[in-house]
C-alpha cells in the first residue's frame, strides 16, 4: 500500500500535551479546551478573505450559481452538516448548496478505506460543476487528493474556487481563488483534525453561509425569516417573529400567515408595510427577497 509523509501544522506534534496520557480527566479536558480557546481568534485573523468571498458568492447565486463543498473524513462530514441545515433554517432552494463527501453517504458513519486518495473521484463530482457556480475544498492538511481533483476540474470549468484548512502552507492553494487558513497549529492529539482544524472548519462555514443567507435578505434583523415550520415548535417561532417584529397579537399574526399561504416572509411583510400578501410577494421577487430592500422601495416612492 502507498504511504505518503504529509508535512502540516496538524501533523507535528504539540508539547503541551506530550504527557496526556498520564493526567487525569479534568486536566485533559483543561487541556483541550485551552487548545479550543486558540481556534476564535486565528479564525478571526481571516475574516477578511472570507468576507470577500462571501461578496463573490452573493453575486454568483443570484445569477443562479450554486456552492459546492468538498471534502473528506471530518471536513467532509462538517460540510455536510452545513449544507443540511440551510433550508430548514433559511429555506434555501434545493441545490444551492451541495456537499460532496468522499465516499459518499457510507463514509459518513463509516471510514471508507482509500477514498480520500482518489483524485479521479474528486474530478467526478466536477459533473455537477456550472461556471457560475462557488467550489470550496476542505482539507485540514491542504493536500487532500478527493479534494484536488475536485478543484482542478473546478478551475476547468470556470468556477470560482476556495480552500478551507488548517495549513497555511497548503499544497492546494495555487488551485483556488480563496484561500481560508485559520493557523490553528498542532492538534492536542498529534493529527486528530476532528479537535482544533475540525472546530476551526465548522466555524468558518457556519460565518460562510450564515453571512451569505444574511445578504441574501433571509432574515429580517437577526429574525429567521425564512424558516421552514415543518414541526410544533417550528409553527410557533413563525407566529412569534410575525408577534416580535410587527407588534401584532397572535390572532392578527394567524391571519397574516392565511393570507399569504402560510408563508412567513410574504406575511412580515404585508404586516409591515401595510399591503396585501399578492403585492408583498411582487415586492420581494423585486428585491431579490429582501424584507430591508423592499420597505426601502415603498419608502422611497411614499
Same mark, same amino acid.
Given at each position: 500500500?502507498?504511504? +505518503? ?6 501533523? !507535528? ?11 487525569? @480527566? ?5 487541556? *483541550? ?13 481571516? *475574516? ?32 455536510? &452538516? ?29 471510514? +471508507?478505506? $482509500? ?9 467526478? !463530482?466536477?459533473?455537477?460543476? !456550472? ?19 475536485? &478543484? ?22 495555487? &488551485? ?11 492538534? +492536542?492529539?498529534?493529527? @486528530? ?34 424558516? +421552514? ?19 401584532? $397579537? ?8 392565511? $393570507? ?7 406575511? &412580515? ?9 399578492? !403585492?408583498?410577494?411582487?415586492? *420581494? ?18
Amino acid at each position: 500500500m502507498t504511504e +505518503v509523509h504529509v508535512t502540516a501544522p496538524t501533523e !507535528e506534534r504539540n508539547a503541551a500535551s506530550e504527557r496526556i496520557d498520564r493526567l487525569a @480527566s479534568l486536566e485533559v479536558l483543561q487541556l *483541550l479546551n485551552g487548545a479550543d480557546a486558540a481556534v476564535a481568534p486565528a479564525v478571526a485573523a481571516v *475574516l477578511p478573505e472570507l468576507a470577500l468571498l462571501v461578496e463573490e458568492t452573493v453575486d454568483r447565486l443570484r445569477l443562479g450559481g450554486s456552492v459546492h463543498y468538498v471534502g473528506a473524513g471530518t471536513s467532509g462530514r462538517l460540510a455536510v &452538516l452545513d449544507a443540511a441545515e440551510l433550508r430548514p433554517t433559511f429555506n434555501a432552494p434545493k441545490g444551492m448548496f451541495v456537499a460532496h463527501h468522499a465516499g459518499g453517504r457510507a463514509a459518513l458513519t463509516d471510514a +471508507v478505506e $482509500d477514498v480520500e486518495d482518489d483524485v479521479d473521484a474528486g474530478r467526478a !463530482e466536477a459533473r455537477d460543476f !456550472e461556471p457560475g457556480d462557488v467550489v470550496i475544498g476542505l482539507a485540514a492538511s491542504g493536500r487532500t487528493p478527493f479534494v484536488r481533483g475536485a &478543484l482542478e476540474a473546478a478551475r476547468e470549468r470556470g468556477c470560482l474556487t476556495a480552500l478551507v484548512t488548517a495549513n497555511p502552507g497548503a499544497e492546494l492553494a495555487s &488551485l483556488v481563488d480563496h484561500l481560508i487558513a485559520p493557523d490553528t497549529g498542532p492538534e +492536542v492529539v498529534t493529527g @486528530s483534525t476532528r479537535l482544533k482544524a475540525g472546530t476551526a472548519q465548522k466555524l468558518v462555514l457556519n460565518g460562510f453561509s450564515t453571512t451569505v443567507m444574511i445578504r441574501l435578505g433571509h432574515t429580517w434583523g437577526n429574525l429567521m425569516v425564512d424558516v +421552514v415550520a415543518s414541526n410544533a415548535k417550528l409553527r410557533g417561532r413563525v407566529v412569534r417573529i410575525l408577534c416580535e417584529a410587527t407588534g401584532v $397579537d397572535e390572532v392578527t399574526a394567524h391571519a397574516a400567515l392565511e $393570507d399569504a399561504g402560510g408563508e412567513l416572509k410574504p406575511a &412580515l411583510l404585508a404586516l409591515l408595510a401595510g399591503i396585501g400578501a399578492v !403585492e408583498s410577494r411582487i415586492l *420581494l421577487t423585486e428585491h431579490h427577497g429582501s424584507i430591508a430592500e423592499a420597505l426601502g422601495s415603498l419608502s422611497a416612492t411614499a
